[in-house]
């Protein structure tokens, strides 16, 4: 079957009914309503996608949105805690998100509800019509994973911005520590989306929080920050002055014990136009995100940023850094990554610069991961060199206290070669004069 979204949608709309049906309730499109539905993924291989196919498709979604209303649906259930295959999980967070925007109830294998009605649906309705001067709204996008004080502090510093965010949205990866629970008791203002389970990537999380929001700009927010009570003002006053071909607005961040060297740095307090962003605190041109495709969820997490940056610039899109606007980042700096961390910095730094480098610069790849991230010198990241547009992380660092970090490397360069052919069919190299080669 063709995997295009008309055609999965079709497909989708079959399996609807057929579960539905079989699970006791009558459905006909020009009939009698279906008020509950089952939605599974592909288990029968009905929609005969290959894995993860659909993705986030923006097609599907608004198809899967308008199969809701037309069958007056107000709750959905969806798969349980099991593994979920690579098209299960990207069919569930299109669900996920054509649920969030209609205000449909969701359960997880017959758990209590995840999400649902009393979203202020109002709000969102107002946002979506919205134009002319009061057009400039805003969503809040924040993806959560096991911070329930983080995610709190971060909640409390958007109620105390100078210029309100118009929609709040926390996407929240299925966390064990009561992130959810604290949310819908003490925000209740905010729309709050559970993942089913917690397999989903950072990237993937994002995504769902980005296509649920109805304003022109979305503020892309990690978990762990605290915005500066003008944070937002300030970065909607500075994305005006730009012209539309300026996608984003990357801020200033500031984290417990970064050294001043780092902190007064002159590579991060001039304004200039980059080849990524930061991805814990940037304001964004929705528009422009969803034509790039959003974040490639194959990178499941790191690398991110400057793997959209670069879609963007070859869409003829811009990124500015943008000092006058700050973000506090509550993960001190410096801080030794864990073995998952380690090998998706390091595999995703490769597979990035195959996506996007110029072929004469292919050979240089190897050395420059190497040297300027797997062995970078101590005595550069004790003085707060800044290697890259938004500076080092300290993978140096990490790799020289972490037990088995080579072997995390190997493994890494591992799953490099297996992406080679991912890579190479979506290889775009970037011919921008904003672009800058990783670590250059």
Same mark, same amino acid.
């Given at each position: 079957?063709?995997?295009?979204?008309?055609?999965?949608?079709?497909?989708?709309?079959?399996?609807?009914?057929?579960?539905?049906?079989?699970?006791?309730?009558?459905?006909?499109?020009?009939?009698? =309503?279906?008020?509950?539905?089952?939605?599974?993924?592909?288990?029968?291989?009905?929609?005969?996608?290959?894995?993860?196919?659909?993705?986030?498709?923006?097609?599907?979604?608004?198809?899967?949105?308008?199969?809701?209303?037309?069958?007056?649906?107000? !709750?959905?259930?969806?798969?349980?805690?099991?593994?979920?295959?690579?098209?299960?999980?990207?069919?569930?967070?299109?669900?996920?998100? !054509?649920?969030?925007?209609?205000?449909?109830?969701?359960?997880?294998?017959?758990?209590?509800?995840?999400?649902?009605?009393?979203?202020?649906?109002?709000?969102?309705?107002?946002?979506?019509?919205?134009?002319?001067?009061?057009?400039?709204?805003?969503?809040?996008?924040?993806?959560?994973?096991?911070?329930?004080?983080?995610?709190?502090?971060?909640?409390?510093?958007?109620?105390?911005?100078?210029?309100?965010?118009?929609?709040?949205?926390?996407?929240?990866?299925?966390?064990?520590?009561?992130?959810?629970?604290?949310?819908?008791?003490?925000?209740?203002?905010?729309?709050?989306?559970?993942?089913?389970?917690?397999?989903?990537?950072?990237?993937?999380?994002?995504?769902?929080?980005?296509?649920?929001?109805?304003?022109?700009?979305?503020?892309?927010?990690?978990?762990?920050?605290?915005?500066?009570?003008?944070?937002?003002?300030?970065?909607?006053?500075?994305?005006?002055?730009?012209?539309?071909?300026?996608?984003?607005?990357?801020?200033? =961040?500031?984290?417990?014990?970064?050294?001043?060297?780092?902190?007064?740095?002159?590579?991060?307090?001039?304004?200039?136009?980059?080849?990524?962003?930061?991805?814990?605190?940037?304001?964004?041109?929705?528009?422009?995100?969803?034509?790039?495709?959003?974040?490639?969820?194959?990178?499941?997490?790191?690398?991110?940023?400057?793997?959209?940056?670069?879609?963007?610039?070859?869409?003829?899109?811009? =990124?500015?850094?943008?000092?006058?606007?700050?973000?506090?980042?509550?993960?001190?700096?410096?801080?030794?990554?864990?073995?998952?961390?380690?090998?998706?910095?390091?595999?995703?730094?490769?597979?990035?610069?195959?996506?996007?480098?110029?072929?004469?610069?292919?050979?240089?790849?190897?050395?420059?991961?190497?040297?300027?991230?797997?062995?970078?010198?101590?005595?550069?990241?004790?003085?707060?060199?800044?290697?890259?547009? =938004?500076?080092?992380?300290?993978?140096?660092?990490?790799?020289?206290?972490?037990?088995?970090?080579?072997?995390?490397?190997?493994?890494?360069?591992?799953?490099?070669?297996?992406?080679?052919?991912?890579?190479?069919?979506?290889?775009?190299?970037?011919?921008?004069?904003?672009?800058?080669?990783?670590?250059?």
């Amino acid at each position: 079957m063709d995997d295009s979204p008309n055609n999965a949608f079709e497909a989708l709309r079959t399996l609807v009914v057929r579960l539905s049906s079989s699970d006791g309730f009558p459905v006909e499109l020009g009939g009698e =309503v279906v008020r509950r539905v089952t939605l599974v993924g592909d288990a029968d291989g009905e929609l005969g996608l290959k894995a993860g196919a659909i993705g986030r498709s923006h097609g599907l979604i608004e198809k899967l949105g308008e199969l809701l209303e037309e069958l007056s649906v107000e !709750a959905v259930s969806l798969p349980g805690r099991g593994t979920a295959d690579d098209d299960q999980r990207a069919l569930i967070a299109a669900a996920l998100a !054509a649920c969030s925007l209609h205000d449909v109830q969701v359960t997880c294998g017959g758990e209590a509800p995840l999400s649902g009605p009393g979203a202020d649906r109002d709000r969102r309705a107002a946002a979506r019509a919205r134009s002319g001067d009061d057009a400039r709204t805003v969503t809040a996008v924040i993806s959560a994973w096991n911070k329930r004080e983080d995610v709190r502090a971060n909640l409390l510093g958007i109620r105390a911005q100078t210029r309100p965010f118009d929609d709040v949205v926390v996407v929240d990866n299925h966390s064990s520590d009561g992130t959810a629970q604290m949310i819908r008791d003490e925000f209740p203002e905010v729309r709050l989306v559970v993942m089913p389970n917690s397999a989903y990537g950072a990237c993937e999380t994002f995504n769902v929080g980005f296509s649920t929001a109805l304003t022109e700009y979305i503020a892309i927010l990690d978990d762990d920050v605290v915005l500066t009570p003008w944070w937002l003002e300030r970065s909607l006053a500075r994305m005006a002055e730009e012209p539309e071909t300026t996608a984003v607005v990357s801020t200033k =961040v500031v984290e417990p014990g970064m050294p001043d060297s780092f902190r007064d740095a002159e590579a991060l307090n001039r304004e200039r136009y980059m080849s990524t962003f930061r991805g814990c605190a940037s304001l964004a041109r929705k528009e422009a995100v969803d034509k790039a495709g959003g974040y490639d969820e194959r990178l499941f997490i790191y690398g991110n940023e400057r793997d959209l940056t670069c879609r963007l610039l070859n869409l003829g899109y811009r =990124v500015l850094q943008f000092p006058g606007a700050e973000t506090f980042h509550r993960t001190p700096f410096g801080l030794q990554m864990g073995k998952r961390s380690l090998f998706y910095h390091a595999r995703n730094a490769w597979l990035g610069m195959l996506k996007y480098a110029p072929a004469k610069d292919l050979a240089r790849m190897p050395f420059l991961v190497l040297t300027k991230v797997l062995l970078r010198g101590r005595k550069a990241e004790e003085a707060g060199e800044v290697t890259d547009a =938004v500076g080092t992380i300290g993978v140096g660092k990490s790799l020289r206290e972490t037990k088995g970090a080579w072997w995390i490397v190997a493994r890494a360069l591992f799953s490099v070669l297996y992406n080679v052919p991912y890579c190479l069919k979506r290889r775009e190299p970037v011919q921008a004069p904003d672009f800058e080669l990783p670590l250059q």
